[in-house]
């Protein structure tokens, strides 16, 4: 009934009878059936009895390096009788081994567990398994290492260009097994064949990338595809953690390392072709920060370039059109690549940084042509009276994001005032929108772009009011209305000689009326007359038809002396009402020259006013329509040398005032610091006006000195770009 | 419920000192961890008070109940010696410190679900084709109605149809009940009915108990402390059944002649006794004894020993000898393999099988060094130090072995609190052992075992003596420089009593390292 054999483990009673050699005989001769997979033939007891004696018998080391040799052996016999470099199935060859070897060391560990327990423990050596697992490494992983990598990179590489069937199972339980073998504290993976699988996922990448003959737009799907594939791909053989490097080196080579091409070619193809959905892929496949922003900066130069392209429309006659058109399509532009940027990425504010940066470039092309043009722009805008709110809305956020990126912000903003003032007094907006855009602007810039605005605004409603109290207290004859201005607020010069003018004698009457009106109200005022500013409307009948005829205030009163006398010449004229002279051929060129306001007649007719020329009232003068209006005309070169005059004029304010713009900011600066070097200083202005314009490196210096000559700043006596203040 | 048994004041007593092993060893004998003393001081409250971290842990895995709401537990935390033992105090939560058991039970209940060693043998199957694989010996040693059924109608079979209607969770729990597995679950009023019932027709009356008084309890944290309660009381009922059963076992056991080791003829141990084996043990006491006995015994037992672990779950001839029938289970017609013990009395071997069935840890210290070894050989780590522990416990030992038979025992075998327990004694009386000319052998022994180790300039084995010299007359390490500096003055100062004994103590003992030319 019991027919197995049994040995006890035990005492160290019986030393004598059982030698080393006689224990190891029994062990060595099982070992071998082990190997054999002939282990149910075994007992357990009598091994681990052998083991035992041995080990209790101190002998431990002695075993211990018997079983090294032994299994040692063995890995190199079956290297001489099982693995064959040219055999087919050289993968499978070697799994088999391994899983064999696992087995019978398994099964030899059991055995020897009172030897790891006692001797491996306390001489820190590694337990027979592992002992065992390091000699299959150091003979049969590193003999084989080379053809063994290789062979396996060939299969990944075969896998990658889809070329065969590929055994994944062998690759996989290959990987499994050189992450179960420890290396230099590590994994056998990990030490050996990662850096090489990731040094030939470089260069089989690295070629694919070379030569790459594809469309370049199509350069992101494939990279995309690539990606997918090797996901695919490493799902079968690697653990996710691998996979994630691997697909890192993937990118790094598609991209990173051709990030020029890349940025270079596929970015502005891209753009071109107008394949956002390519644009989106490709910085979803560069996560590298750096590489990130060299492809915002192509996208960004690929804007400067579409922008520079837009070019003012010289074929429109009127620099108003032009400036529109333009204004437009620059806004279409940026609008355009808003979207597409930041459909890109949610949280990545980079894209629309791309787009203004570019955008920027474009208009400091010119700053101040592009200020005037962004005036012109709005006061189109304003002019036009069909806008709805809405659409008034975006047109204010389009100019004010414009105005952001301009360098001369002060040079608009001396544009806009002029033309907002003629807008007022030529009544030619609602107040309601000229408000919410400087409201908006107070908003985006600060209180000191509304200042003069508001002034202004103020002065248009106070001279509502006064106007209506005015009609209230005295009979007017006329139509009429005053509007009272504050210099300060006002873009305009005053007329040297008007006081002198003589008005027609109603007109006396009732300028006088409203001044001794005003006074009454605000004394202590010098109310001045500007009439160039103003304009007549004034009802004739002529020959064959009634017209209501609106004109500048000069001309207006050169027609009334009409009423009286039936011909006069120019000097004469000019005696009767004080106009000065300049002023005077030009409403005379106007209602007597200009073709379709001719309403007096010239003697003799011809283009140019003499002091003899004679002039009487044109009765057969005739419009289409009832209403007239008189367009101040300019004589040829005066029409020339005004336009230049007044952008003169305006540059020239506009100088003046960041003279005392940037000397108030550094005065600021130095008494708060109270010395300072010139670079830095240079610096902090520069940071402090940068909303209003940029300071440049002469005008800085202009301000330097003229500071120091009016003494609020010295210069150091020994270092000449150190200043002091001077209290 | 206080306690005033012997062994309880035991306990208290080496929870003060920290013992762990002692106190491992008095729980295991089933000492009721909650009980209080005199004082109504609880064995948790007196670790954390002494400040014994380990013990802390101990106590608590073995199932020592630190509830922050009721006063002992409070007063636990309170008297804590430090901030340490209170976290782990505070951290223990009692309704998730659900596997609080004795080794035993804990070994048990692994066996439920266990199949490496594939010593499952029966098969319960239920209606809805659910079956249970279970141990014969284990189901007849806890239920008599199981006992009955096994030895009678089901005595043939590997498979028992159980009731059609039982519901799925009432035999969980008690195949749960029947392995020591802690209780989790909660019942509605029918699944409790059935079990009830079931506890009725198994004998099982206390679980029948628990289940009447957890019914009226609707907090599942008072269930859960109902639960840990009564597995205490589920635990020491499986140790008496266990107990019994061993009982069975060495009442069956047969008397064969050997020859060269085996057994001569067939042997007729009844094979549906009412042991119900797996595997026979034979001890014996030398190689070449002409007989030893035979115990039937269980393989799901035997595997708490490494050593057998290995041997019935690898694929060696004593595995492989087993055949499965073609449910899956063992099949009880094949023979049974005769696996030995190392060579021992049987009164050793029986032991052994008492603390591998039951946790049985008091070692007679006669037998202890034959435990130690036979616990060594067969790998069972806790035994071992048990025997060790008895060992230093003793005080008759010494009267039939030396103390450099303690040395010995405690070098092959690695065991660190037997070296230092054979240090104290010589420190003790160096007097005496100065003049026995053992002590040089072992001196010149630890000082070997020490160049096969490392290279260091220490001897163990001395540094030891001394330490405990130190003890002995109470001097710490301060003192020794003032002896140092006052043997410079030529005895200007006037030493303590203690001091100077010690003195004449460590002069003995360097006399002899300086006779054996050994420097340390």
New interface residues.
Partial sequence: ???????????L??KS?TTFDASWKILKDAIKLIFDGR???????T??HAV?CIT?RRQGEKLYEELHHTIERRLQDITRTHLHSESESYLRDILSIWYNHCESL??IS?VT??LD??YCK??RKPPIYHMGLDLFRDIILKSSKDQLQDLMIQNINAARSKASQVDFDSLRSLVEMMETITDEDSTYYATEFEPFLLHETQEYYRSHAKYYSGDLTAYPQEVESLLCGERRLDAKFLNSDVSIKIAKVVEEIMISENIHIVAMEVVPEILRTEQYSSLRLLFGQCQIQNDRKKLWKQCSQYIVGEGLAIAEDLNLKKKTQVAVKWMQEMIALKEKYEVVFKSQEDDDLNGLQAVNEALSVCFNQNSRKTAENLAIYLDSMLRAPSTSEESFKKHIDDCIAVFKLLKDKDFFEKLYQQQMSKRLLQQRSSLKFEKMFVNRMREEVGAVFAQKPDGMFRDIALSQTNNTRFHQAYHVPVEYEMNVLTPTCWPFQQMSNEEDVVLPSALEALKLDFENHYMKTYSGRVLKWAYHLGSMDIGIQFSKSYHIITMPVFAAIILMLFEDYVELTAQEIGDLTHIEEKELIRNLLTIAVAPKTRLLKKQPMNKKILPSDKFRLNYSFSAPSTKVKVLAVLSKQDSDSQGVMRTNNTLHDVAMERQGCTEAAVVRLMKGASKMYCDMLFEETRKILCHRFDVTPDLFQASLERLVEREYLQRDSEESSFYHYLP | MSSTSHDFKELCFWCRLGDLENVDRLISKGVNVNSIDEFNNSPLFLASLCGHEELVKLLLQRGAVCDRDRHEGARCIYGALNDSIRNILLKYDISKAVDLKQPFASHLSSQLSDTSLKSHDIILRFANKKEIRLHRFLLATRSNYFAQQLHGPWSGYTVAEMPQDAPPVAIDIISGYVYLVPLLHNLNKQESDWLLQFCEELGFSSLADFVKRSRLLADQAQITKLMTEYQHTFTEEARGQMGALVEDIFKQRLKVKLID???TS??DIPREGSVIPDV?V?V?N??EAKSGLLYPCHRSILARS??FH??FS????????YQLTTEGVVDRTS?F????????EPSVAELILCYLYFDKTDVPWELAIAVL??AD???IDRLKTMAAVSITQSSEFLSVYSVFDILHTAW?F?LERLEHHAAKIIADQIGYYTSQPQLKEVILESCDRLQA?EETDTIELVDDIRYYLMKKYNVDADDLDDLKWSENLKGGFEESEELRLYQHDYIMLDDILQELGLEA
């Fill in positions: 009934m019991f027919k197995i054999q049994i040995r006890s483990p035990g005492g009673d019986n009878n282990v149910s033939e075994l007992s357990f007891q091994l681990f035992y209790l398994r099964l059991n567990m009172y327990k006692v306390e001489n | 080791e085996f057994p067939r042997v026979y034979l014996k030398s190689d490494d050593y290995v041997m690898s694929s060696f001839g004593e595995a492989s000898s023979p393999p005769v696996v030995s013990f190392p060579n021992c070894k036979a050989s067969l790998m092959e690695r180790r």
